[in-house]
């Protein structure tokens, strides 16, 4: 089996996707624009050729690439990257290629999130009230309709980038004299935490291995004042929220994918969908669940493609969370006597690139325990400031 992996080598964990590709028996082909002799060696060895473009933004030039490939190994048969920035290119190179998978048909009911609202209430998911306001006057009409505070965020766009949570008339004509010219969606403030729903489908779009997350702020409010975040993944999840997230598998057509749901848990108990992404959550997230299960998702992953099924179930004998630090603050303890406080229960530790600090913090640990508790006391050593 020939797949074709863009850009194997960002962000810096995925390399870890092809070198299972090779452990289970597929032809991993790397396609990108970094120099070959800036990949890491456990990633040259795991692909069976790599094709280098001066940038990956030329269409023509990543045409080029695949046909190379077929030329040398054959038929294509899968093509990805678990990259949302990369969802669309791969969508259409496989409409070109006749690649099994998402084809352009599908990109507006898992990019827009006004499409992506129209399916939650299709499926019988209740949404935020709101909807995409192109002028002045279409943004005030929801605000009569909703109330203040409102958030606002592209209609096409990953994570908090460009988001705003407008409090009253000032913010609104801050927010219109400065938003980008995109379409924007703009719906009520719901107050509740986030929670996801996550995992992977098989070929038929059954959920073979799934995992939840609780994060401590949005990441919108994250982004927008520099703060700190960590977010943990769970033992047990709500029945409410598997049934949720499984309603989501089937009417979005996860299929052979991984998805990341998410949603807010209001002060009722109540759910109500916040986005569907079809690609593993961001940061360390896949990391994580091995931590947690004790098991290589990765290879998971690479075994539902190569031979339609996998080993790998989700025990969840432990808590997991990342915790972010930001290097704006001065924290009492230096990382190595951390190492030390937090003793076995720390498992990994590293440097954040800085394109995925605003977010996730300029430097991460992650710990793991089989009690909650000692989740939360290493949550408060690591955020502790001088």
């Given at each position: 089996m020939n797949v074709v992996f863009l850009s194997p080598h960002f962000p810096p964990n995925f390399f870890r996707f092809c070198v299972a590709l090779r452990s289970a028996g597929a032809t991993a082909l790397g396609l990108a624009d970094a120099p070959w002799d800036q990949l890491r060696p456990e990633l040259r060895a795991a692909l069976a050729e790599y094709y280098r473009v001066s940038d990956m933004h030329h269409y023509d030039e990543l045409l080029r690439a695949m046909g190379y490939f077929t030329f040398r190994h054959g038929r294509i048969d899968r093509l990805d990257s678990m990259s949302e920035y990369w969802l669309e290119t791969e969508a259409r190179l496989r409409d070109d290629f006749n690649v099994l998978g998402l084809r352009t048909a599908d990109m507006a009911r898992i990019k827009r999130k006004s499409e992506m609202k129209r399916l939650f209430q299709r499926a019988g998911i209740r949404v935020a009230r709101g909807r995409v306001c192109p002028t002045a006057k279409s943004v005030r009409d929801l605000v009569k309709e909703v109330g203040y505070p409102v958030v606002a965020k592209p209609d096409v766009g990953v994570g908090a980038a460009q988001t705003y949570k407008i409090h009253g008339e000032t913010e609104l004509e801050a927010y219109l004299a400065s938003k980008p010219p995109v379409d924007y969606i703009v719906e009520e403030f719901v107050p509740g935490g986030i929670v996801t729903y996550d995992g992977l489908a098989d070929r038929e779009g059954r959920v073979v291995f799934d995992a939840s997350l609780r994060y401590s702020r949005g990441v919108m409010e994250v982004v927008n004042e520099d703060a700190e975040m960590w977010y943990h993944a769970v033992r047990d999840i709500p029945q409410d929220l598997v049934d949720a997230g499984r309603t989501l598998v089937d009417a979005f057509g996860v299929r052979e994918r991984f998805f990341h749901f998410e949603f807010f848990r209001l002060e009722d108990g109540g759910l109500v969908a916040l986005e569907v992404n079809v690609r593993p959550p961001g940061g360390l997230t896949v990391d994580m669940w091995n931590y947690q299960n004790d098991v290589d998702v990765y290879r998971a992953w690479a075994d539902l493609i190569v031979r339609g099924?996998?080993?790998?179930?989700?025990?969840?004998?432990?808590?997991?969370?990342?915790?972010?630090?930001?290097?704006?603050?001065?924290?009492?303890?230096?990382?190595?006597?951390?190492?030390?406080?937090?003793?076995?229960?720390?498992?990994?530790?590293?440097?954040?690139?800085?394109?995925?600090?605003?977010?996730?913090?300029?430097?991460?640990?992650?710990?793991?325990?089989?009690?909650?508790?000692?989740?939360?006391?290493?949550?408060e050593a690591v955020h502790r400031k001088a």
């Open positions: 099924q996998t080993e790998v179930r989700a025990s969840r004998p432990h808590f997991v969370a990342w915790v972010g630090r930001k290097d704006r603050f001065r924290y009492a303890l230096p990382a190595r006597e951390l190492r030390r406080e937090l003793g076995p229960a720390l498992v990994h530790h590293e440097r954040v690139q800085d394109i995925f600090a605003a977010a996730i913090g300029n430097e991460g640990f992650i710990v793991r325990s089989p009690e909650l508790g000692e989740i939360l006391e290493a949550v």
